[in-house]
């Protein structure tokens, strides 16, 4: 284990790293640039799917395919264009030109940092969405900050009253 | 710092715990029971709120008040009653009387359990929800476990083609 | 006529194997197994059909095909694939993981126990349905309880008001 | 216990009598005749609640009062008005001026007719529906027929396909 320590500007720059790396996707996208590779790269510096273990619930997975333990998996959502993933549509394609994060709270504990969010998109086409988030990231042997735990889920909406 | 390892068996332990304090809540307040008292403990002996920081987003929570970072926040989502948080029903009341995690998946590291999976509710009316949650949970200086993050979001549902 | 008396305990074990004899259908579906075989065997060991006579409404049929009075209209019903039942798509393929009973009530008869019960099905996507059910069990002349009547049909949902 | 045998002829005489209570019931309410009083009498005459347990679940109810063990929840079913049944609207009253069984199917088993049929109801109105049902009748001491299971359910219907 390393003995690296988490610190509040870390825990900022590994969200806006997480946000800024959105649009990013999107751009090379719309360029008709490899799109593919970027996202792999991404998953390999920023996710810990390759020496460790990723918990990941992104936020339009359901039914068997909900959480995502797998690299591959991880590429189908961020890309789509996999047929084991049928329900994957690119969620990183759309593109997204502008992401952000606030409501941000979290706990330093170690090589850890234990993170709670709510991350706002705004599409190329004006839509809007946010969602409510979790992280869990880890400073790894290499001195990289990458996501060991990362939960994303769409706000609860109450019904009107009837 | 505690030097505890966690193991396996603590995090179904824990997940457990978690689940049977569900039932135990509804069916005291069926009783006519004193819940407040109890949903409190609850809170002292399986969160970390007392003397650490609690990241929590519960299921039915929205806007200004979707996570609740203090014990009273916690508990009147729990037990609903205070008008502090008008729209906390009392999750914990209905009375749900079967409750169980499956899709169990996690990453133990040092004093920390990181964990996703789902947990299902079955109401004394036969109602069914079940939820996709992350937790980490923590081995305190007391030795007792105590969460530290905990997300609880409905299932994405895909709308039908039209 | 057997002079064997049903008891308590060979209602909640009846119950609880034809619970149990779904996850197992359900199992052996999804690692390639003889389902054929397993249902017409659990058709043999627990339904009246060969050497009486069993009164079944299955909880997905309806019109012309709603009762099914023959074994062969049983097995089509739980693993599908008969063209003499194009609407069979087989109930107990899906896998259904988690499968219970709950409300209870039953009055015990000789050599009979007539049951009402709720029975409730959780699928390996996490699904849920519950349904209301009536059993007639028998002990038969070989001491195995075989079901005599059994009706499974989904809960009456009341309509918002408009 | 009763020596008595049960027969073809009473499975069907039965039936018929139940069939043709429900149009009773709606005719005394449509004349303003003392419905509670004959709904009572009929729940003595043909279900086996005084004396005996009956398992019932009525063809409208949901939740927590799916299951009518008690002759109060009966009549209320039948007829309404009871506050401690708020969704009970009174299934009799309608009035159904044609009430017939077909599809019948029964096994006889000493003083016990176990019986499934569809049973189809016409209100003054013309509106039309019918119901699965189960019955088991006993022959009791007095030697009359009585219910001990009754399950009525609404037909499953299929959706049309997507």
């Known amino acids: 284990?390393?003995?690296?320590t988490f610190t509040d500007q870390l825990v900022v720059d590994s969200l806006q790293l997480w946000?800024?790396?959105v649009v990013r996707i999107g751009k090379i996208h719309s360029e008709g640039g490899d799109?593919?590779?970027t996202a792999a790269q991404i998953l390999s510096d920023n996710y810990d799917y390759d020496k460790g273990k990723v918990l990941?619930?992104?936020?339009?997975?359901?039914?068997?395919?909900?959480?995502?333990?797998?690299?591959?998996?991880?590429?189908?959502?961020?890309?789509g264009g996999n047929p084991e993933f049928p329900d994957d549509k690119g969620f990183k394609l759309k593109p997204w030109v502008k992401v952000w994060f606030n409501k941000l709270d979290y706990v330093l504990h170690?090589?850890?940092?234990?993170?709670q969010c709510n991350v706002h998109f705004v599409g190329?086409?004006?839509s809007?969405?946010?969602?409510?988030?979790?992280?869990?990231?880890?400073?790894?042997d290499d001195g990289r900050?990458?996501?060991?735990?990362?939960?994303?889920?769409?706000p609860f909406h109450p019904q009107a009253p009837q």
């Open 1 to 4: 284990m390393t003995s690296k």
């Open 110 to 115: 170690g090589d850890l940092a234990i993170v």
């Open 56 to 79: 990941f619930k992104p936020t339009l997975t359901f039914g068997l395919q909900t959480f995502r333990s797998t690299k591959e998996g991880a590429l189908s959502y961020f890309i």
């Open 145 to 154: 900050v990458r996501i060991v735990l990362h939960q994303s889920s769409l």
């Open 19 to 21: 946000c800024d790396n």
């Open 35 to 37: 799109v593919a590779a």
């Open 128 to 140: 809007h969405i946010f969602v409510n988030k979790s992280f869990v990231f880890k400073i790894c």
């Open 124 to 126: 190329g086409d004006d």
